[in-house]
């Protein structure tokens, strides 16, 4: 099973690209939100993906999705857990930011989700109905904000949403601690990172 790439662009096609990774050039399907961050590389140079690996005893010819993070491909598992949408419908279907579609999924904003390539009203609102409240880590976006100190408990789970908040959303320290915070102040009783990043959406979603 493939997971991750680093090789040397070799070419560049509409929604894929050729990749050389030591000897072998593999073929790297890419959503338009991913391929719009490779767009102004040039031949020759080097870059690297997380692969979403699809080969299947109906498609034997092994497929590989690429995204810039890890946490792109993990949104991508759970938008394909959506029923009628398969790994190829959703490289097409994501031609947007995946936090734009997770607060559309998380807001149950059908009509923003039936923007995307290939997804009609129904598809629409089998995404809402599968993802809403689940996806609100996804959907986060980083905001200037004062440090305040975590309270006491929870270490485990507040420092696993602390690394993801930093070291894969891009935030800064000192607001991921901010959040995390408030989020455990609101409620201190989430036991699991999926709870609290829940909390944390909620929060910084609030007017």
């Given amino acids: 099973m493939i997971g991750y790439i680093q090789g040397t662009l070799l070419q560049q096609y509409e929604d894929r690209v050729l990749l050389l990774a030591g000897p072998i050039g593999y073929e790297i399907l890419l959503p338009a939100f991913v391929m719009d961050t490779v767009k102004h590389r040039s031949t020759g140079d080097e870059v690297s993906f997380y692969i979403y690996h699809q080969q299947t005893e109906r498609q034997p010819k092994p497929m590989l999705i690429g995204f ?3 946490i792109e491909k993990e949104f991508f598992h759970y938008f394909i857990s959506v029923e009628d949408i ?3 419908k959703a490289v097409k279907a994501l031609t947007i930011p995946i936090g734009e579609i997770a607060r559309a999924s998380e807001s149950k904003d059908v009509a923003s989700l039936k923007k995307l390539k290939g997804i009609g009203a129904r598809t629409a609102q089998k995404v809402v109905a599968t993802l809403s409240g689940k996806t609100g880590k996804f959907a986060l976006m980083p905001e ?4 305040r100190p975590v309270p006491a ?3 485990d789970v507040a420092k696993q949403v602390m690394d993801v908040l930093v070291d894969q959303l891009g935030y800064r320290v000192t607001d991921a601690r901010r ?3 408030e989020a455990l102040e609101r409620n201190p009783g ?3 990172p999926e709870e609290l990043f829940e909390e944390v959406y909620r ?3 609030a007017p």
């Fill in 86 to 88: 398969g790994p190829m």
């Fill in 190 to 192: 989430a036991e699991t």
């Fill in 68 to 70: 810039n993070t890890e």
């Fill in 179 to 181: 959040m995390v915070s």
């Fill in 203 to 205: 929060g910084e979603m």
């Fill in 144 to 147: 200037r904000a004062e440090a």
């Fill in 153 to 155: 408990g929870s270490e």
